[in-house]
């Protein structure tokens, strides 16, 4: 379990409803307890998941911080999902307040996880009736309330902040653009050109951890027929055919707490499909770490971005 919105809540871990009483909660963990403990055959990773539900709600206390959103989403700091922001209340999940301090920034361009955001609370609106009013979308008890493909969709946006806020921090020598058009194949999340090459990247959280497996990444948690590489492969081709500027290579940035390598290949290692990678290991990668050899033009490549890029 994470701080993820995508993520299960203690109350699905231990497969009661947020409803049930202190005493249901008590029997729930103890039977959850039981079928899951290693000595008992049961699965280690699954067993930890149960203590850590149990932590935030297992005692009256710590259920009513829970349930108000004291633990809310977000650690601070760059491998956190929305870094730089505190980790209590709506702020978690609100759009990031726009910085006041004057340190050289990357050239960005277009709305990281503005679309995102926009399916996200069209697809609340849904959920809670349409033309029911919402005071606030970003409330975590509304929001962990909903069901978990809605969180999803929160979570996405998020770590598309998160990402724009890491190549922020790069500098002025970096140029970004996010929510680029992808037409058929419907958007790319960013596209980042550093001195090292042009990069396509993906931000995804499934609040799950997940692994590759045969050039593909798989988790519990993706949806029925979700093929992240495959997508992200044509979404880049899309915006190279719309451009004419190739890719240097293909990126998919997720938390920390998803994989256990902090860069890991998808396909052959002479000519990857892409690269699986870290949150907190992104600068790395674009600055060179793992790139191809040589360099590229990077006034020509951005002038010809400037020129022929679309956003949704």
């Keep these: 379990m994470t701080d993820s919105p995508a993520d299960a809540t203690p109350y699905e871990v231990l497969g009661v409803p947020a409803t049930a009483d202190d005493d249901a909660l008590r029997r729930a963990y103890r039977r959850a307890a039981r079928e899951t403990h290693p000595d008992l055959g049961g699965d280690a990773q699954r067993f930890r998941q149960v203590q850590l539900a149990w932590e935030r709600i297992g005692t009256p206390a710590a259920r009513r911080a829970y349930d108000v959103g004291s633990r809310a989403y977000g650690a601070s700091g760059p491998s956190g999902a929305t870094a730089g922001r505190p980790d209590t209340g709506r702020d978690a999940y609100a759009p990031p307040a726009a910085r006041r301090d004057t340190r050289p920034r990357a050239r960005s361009h277009g709305h990281p996880g503005g679309r995102s955001r926009e399916v996200f609370l069209q697809a609340e609106r849904e959920w809670v009736g349409l033309g029911d009013p919402i005071e606030d979308p970003y409330d975590p008890t509304l929001i962990r309330s909903a069901p978990r493909h809605i969180r999803r969709l929160l979570a996405e946006a998020l770590a598309e902040e998160a990402t724009a806020s890491i190549v922020s921090d790069m500098g002025i020598g970096v140029t970004v653009w996010h929510d680029l058009d992808a037409g058929s194949e419907g958007k790319l999340d960013h596209a980042v050109l550093t001195p090292s090459g042009l990069w396509a990247v993906e931000s995804i959280d499934w609040g799950a951890p997940v692994r590759v497996e045969h050039g593909e990444i798989v988790g519990e948690t993706l949806a029925p027929g979700e093929r992240p590489v495959k997508e992200l492969v044509r979404a880049a081709r899309a915006v190279q055919k719309q451009t004419r500027v190739r890719f240097?290579?293909?990126?998919?940035?997720?938390?920390d707490a998803a994989v256990t390598e902090d860069v890991q290949l998808v396909g052959s290692p002479k000519k990857p499909t892409a690269l699986v990678v870290r949150r907190?290991?992104?600068?790395?990668?674009?600055?060179?770490?793992?790139?191809?050899?040589?360099?590229?033009?990077?006034?020509?490549?951005?002038d010809r971005l400037q020129q022929t890029v679309r956003f949704v």
């Design 248 to 255: 240097s290579g293909r990126l998919l940035v997720v938390p």
């Design 280 to 302: 907190s290991a992104l600068a790395q990668v674009l600055n060179g770490v793992w790139s191809p050899a040589g360099s590229v033009d990077v006034f020509e490549i951005r």
